[in-house]
């Protein structure tokens, strides 16, 4: 089992001719309500990844029609607080360019308490791992709850947040990192000055960079694996790191070798990329066989 303590996010994508300008009204010509959240989206790609992930996290008791729609895609949403808060949400404008403008609320993603943390780990099995990202609070309680039952930790700092994750990088087993994640943490401007200076400060570290459309580096130790991206046409890169990172650590909990977990995910990012939207766009494991047949 894989313990996601995650965000859960609606995003309110409007289209917009141009960004909104102070003192404006605008009407917008399109709008879509999406689930999403990084933590959400990595639930669900582990889900379609054929992974066994438990959910933990918090949304407004208004909005249960999501547990249903993460319970669809085949998550457990058992550890799913419900609050008397408003869920986590984006206000996302996207203007005639593709590039978009965003508000984001966290609500509920940062209501997680120390006693739900604790409760939901204290029945976690020895082989279980722990998943979070930066879009929740109480990373600390997470990640030292977890160490003291031994479990493995992996931790995808975004939004990155160098101090927060310095403290960590000693007690975590696995860091899931993309090229400007990997060299803000690092302090320098190239992802292989980055790539050094990271192996070389923490040797026992695991680490994924993920490196967009050039695929993703694995170094473990003095060992490094780099497999490529495929060749895709891009349409939209929204939840491709989600993507990819469910599909690698379902990989990793499995007894797959190392390249066949990286290309395996480069595959399924590969396909979310080619596709709109964020959990909407991650593939199914079948689609993914089919697609590396191909
Ligand atoms: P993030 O979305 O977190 O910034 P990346 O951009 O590094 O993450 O993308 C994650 C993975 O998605 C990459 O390792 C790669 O396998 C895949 N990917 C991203 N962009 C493309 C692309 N343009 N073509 C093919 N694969 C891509």
Redesign the pocket.
Known sequence: TIFNFGSINIDHVYSVDHFVRPGETMTSSHYQKILGGKGANQSVALAKAGCDVVHVGAISKQDTHLLAELEAKGVNTEQIATLDLATGHAIIQVNKEAENAIVLFAGANHALSAPQIKQVLANAGENDWVLLQNETNEIDTIITTAKAHGLTVAYNP?PMDKAQVEKHLADIDLLIV???EAMDLAGVDNVDAAQASLVAQHPNLQILM????E??RYLNGKAVTQVA????K?VD?TA??D??IGYALAGFTGNLGIESVLKQ??AA??I??TREGASTAIPGHEEVSQFLKE
Do not use: D
């Open positions: 975004a993309n090229e400007v993920t490196l967009g459309a695929g993703v991206a495929f060749n895709v891009a890169t491709a790191g993507t990819f995910a480069c990012s590969a979310c990329v």
